[in-house]
């Protein structure tokens, strides 16, 4: 309460100081003396000021609004839950790609699972999505010919279904099994009502079906995969998806107008909302913003939740980022100039106001450009946009920054800080300043095309580079203006010239960030890991071994699983794998592929095939039914300095992959042959151990044999070879084989490293 409270006294100064500030600059700082051009640039400079300034307050007004918007969420006998149709809409997505939806919706909760009525929308009118439906037992609704895109391909499940509610899903988007009992109550609302902290049937007088309608409720979009701005950047353990501030800040901050929108999937609809509407919308290419706006002018509520419940895989290639952006842009100006919204008499007053917030939202892009070209065209051109002096602008604008500043952060709930925002709009500005305007202006584009996800193979370093030509351009610019504007300035010279200075190296900062995202970062992996603490049963069953551990990550192809100990898994040998969760088992065929020392314990990883059909649905729940492992919040101590810093390493040192399938752990032991030769131990690997300080009878080739204090026999050959520094000569393990057979790898181990001999979480 008290941090709220603060929160709203600096979102109220910010909104004084920086009403202030633009007063200021609208009636006191137009250079009117300085010829046309100076003019032009100067008023348009003060625009973008203005539109940032405004659009941030209307959140602040939302924020400020945020508790008091909150919807109770129902407790509801399960007999009052009613029947919910769930589509799944396709276009052209692979398969293996549907089947880890489908598999999912299979298995989310619900009081009666046969009022769950699954659908494949299949608007290509696929044989293999129909076959796939067939295997899944779920209904299957072909749509050939792709007529009105999604928009016809959801009204045709509309029409050929009937449950009152109908959830939606993208063909990528996976769901926890939680799905619908985290959404599917709010709509008894108008059913049940809270009585002295019990839920209780509303009585026939407390009914009132245009008091309380609920449109739909929307769970925020979350992805499994790293987005580009993480991954591209190297940034996946410092920074959330770029969609985060949307979906769970943005979107959540206007339930207090109504004002929510629906993004396409892991949303929850009311079928006699969308009756009211006519269906999902079909002049516009976002259909899905445009049907919340059209419930909301019909009177509905619509309602954003916070809690992620779906995840999906975001976009992997620029050239298809920049699409999906040039398409929302586009299809949300169409959606607001076909419903009016901002000025639409259906809409309340606050209602009309975010989206027309939401309209000049797609002009940051522009006044972007205008923050960037603005001090250089002062240092390197010599314009006088700004007419003022250097204490002027400390008194207004120094304090306003840094309350805003502040604010910001209070704003974004360390999702988004004010530095990431510009640094994601300097990377799309090139390329959606010309569709803005040309939406605008009202020349549509009309086309829908389905955003390409599979990863990028490669670099491709010219196609990067030509994305981010602009940046470049910019970028010379900005460095050629720093490089006149500080030329023969000393001393006080400096301080004085200090802002001017500071704009550039700040849009500097941000252009370089552009660049380093371009360029872009080779991918290794096909499929994510998404980091999972499971129980996991290792079989060795060729040796009768069986281990118990907990994974590390898994994956579609791989699985990494933690250790305290080192154990003996032989080398590309199959061994079985049995993970399990409170809810699912899945039993796996494993080869080990890499073995690393991690902290104390071992990390082993391997290379999995599920056994059979019910076991790869098991499997693709274990990894998925969960909340993905990327960061939610930023790190707030990551400076600008220490994300250059750490691009520029990354890219400059190679990245080495682990070769080693078996633990090599090291040692300092003096053994005794039984020809009397001697050496010492350095390190094991199972199968080689490498040795210094050799006395006696030992030489190249030679055979020889120790036991160990349990008496165990250990037969190496000297193999002649070194070690890589040429210190330690490497024996072979010739009985390996022979000591794993007779049950007594274990005890070799602890004879070798002794005292390691607490193995109380070993089986068997």
């Known amino acids: 309460m008290q941090n709220e409270k603060r929160q709203n006294i600096f979102f109220i100064i910010t909104m004084i100081l920086m009403s202030i500030y633009l007063v200021w600059r609208m009636f006191f700082t137009l250079p009117w003396g300085e010829g046309m051009l100076n003019v032009i640039f100067g008023m348009l400079l003060i625009v973008a000021e203005t539109v940032t300034v405004l659009t941030t307050f209307e959140l602040f007004f939302q924020k400020m609004q945020k508790e008091r918007t909150q919807l109770d969420f129902p407790i509801v006998p399960p007999e009052y839950y009613p029947d919910v149709d769930v589509f799944i809409a396709t276009h052209n997505e692979p398969v293996d790609l549907l089947y880890k939806t489908v598999n999912a919706c299979m298995f989310m909760d619900y009081p009666d699972k046969q009022k769950v009525h699954i659908y494949l929308c299949d608007d290509g009118a696929r044989p293999e999505v129909e076959e796939l439906a067939r295997q899944f037992g779920v209904g299957y609704l072909g749509f050939p010919g792709n007529k009105d895109a999604k928009s016809g391909n959801l009204n045709n499940a509309l029409s050929k279904s009937s449950s009152p509610l109908i959830a939606t899903f993208d063909a990528d988007m996976i769901p926890q099994h939680t799905f619908l009992m985290k959404t599917v109550p709010y709509f008894l609302l108008s059913t049940f009502i809270k009585e002295n902290e019990e839920w209780r049937l509303r009585r026939e007088d407390e009914m009132d079906p245009n008091k309380f ?62 009756e009211d509407i006519g269906g999902f919308p079909l002049n516009t290419i976002t259909e899905d913003f445009e049907t919340s706006i059209r419930l909301q002018q019909e009177g509905y509520i619509t309602y954003a939740t916070q809690e992620v419940q779906a995840a999906g895989q975001t976009t992997t290639t620029v050239k298809s980022m920049i699409k999906q952006r040039i398409r929302w842009a586009r299809g949300i100006l169409q959606s607001l100039q076909n419903t009016r919204a901002p000025i639409s008499g259906k809409l309340p007053f606050w209602t009309r106001v975010t989206y027309l917030s939401s309209f000049l939202y797609w002009w940051s892009f522009f006044n972007r450009l205008i923050f960037i ?4 065209l002062f240092a390197l051109f010599d314009f006088q946009i700004v007419n003022t002096t250097f204490w002027q602008i400390l008194i207004f604008w120094l304090p306003s920054y840094f ?137 060795d069953q060729a040796n009768n071994l069986r281990y ?119 040692l300092q032991l003096p053994i005794h042959f039984t020809n009397d030769a001697s050496c010492t131990l350095r390190s094991f690997n199972y199968r080689f151990f490498s040795a210094t300080g050799f006395r ?15 008496n165990i026999e250990v037969i190496l050959q000297h193999t002649g070879k070194k070690t890589a520094r040429e210190r330690e000569v490497l024996l072979s393990v010739e009985n390996i084989d022979d000591i794993v057979e007779k049950g007594l790898i274990d005890q070799l181990l602890n004879d070798l490293t002794q005292p390691h001999s607490d193995r109380s979480t070993r089986e068997g």
């Open 696 to 710: 006696g009878d030992i030489a190249a080739g030679a055979v020889v044999t120790f036991y160990t204090k349990s």
């Open 373 to 376: 070209l603005a001090p250089i």
């Open 548 to 666: 118990q551990a907990k994974t590390v990550d898994v994956s579609e192809q791989g699985i990494a699983f933690y250790v305290p100990y080192p154990i003996y898994l032989a080398e590309q040998k199959i061994i079985s794998l049995v993970v399990k969760t409170d809810r699912y088992e899945a039993n796996l065929d494993a080869v080990i592929v890499y073995v690393k020392q991690d902290g104390e314990g071992w990390r082993y990883s391997a290379t999995v095939q599920p056994i059979d059909e019910n076991d790869n649905r098991q499997y693709m729940q274990i990894i998925y039914d969960r909340k993905h492992s990327l960061p939610e919040q930023m790190n707030l101590w990551d400076t600008a300095y220490d994300d250059m810093l750490r691009n520029v390493k990354k890219r400059i040192v190679q990245p080495r992959s682990d070769q080693r399938k078996m633990p090599r752990l090291s």
């Open 213 to 274: 309608k609920l449109g739909l409720v929307q769970t925020p979009q979350s992805f499994y995969n790293p987005d580009l701005f993480q991954f591209n950047l190297y940034a996946e353990q410092g920074i959330p998806n770029e969609q985060d501030f949307f979906s769970r800040e943005v979107n959540i901050l206007r339930n207090a107008s109504n004002a929510v929108a629906y993004t396409g999937s892991n949303t929850v609809i009311s079928r006699q909302g969308m």
């Open 403 to 539: 309350f805003y500043s502040v604010s910001m952060r209070y704003l974004s709930s360390n999702i988004r800080n004010q530095r990431w925002s510009q640094v994601i709009d300097t990377i799309f500005m090139p390329y959606l300043i010309w569709p803005v305007l040309l939406e605008t202006l009202g020349i549509r584009e009309k086309k829908f095309k389905v955003t390409n996800k599979s990863r990028a193979s490669g670099r491709q370093w010219m196609s990067a580079l030509l994305y981010a030509l602009p940046h470049i351009f910019l970028l010379l610019l900005s460095i050629a203006a720093v490089i006149r504007y500080v030329n023969g300035k000393y001393g006080i010279a400096l301080f004085f010239s200090s802002i001017i200075i500071f704009w550039l190296i700040h849009n500097m900062i941000a252009l370089c960030y552009a660049l380093f995202f371009m360029i872009g970062r080779r991918a290794y992996r096909e499929t994510e890991r998404i980091r999972a603490q499971e129980d996991v049963t290792i079989y």
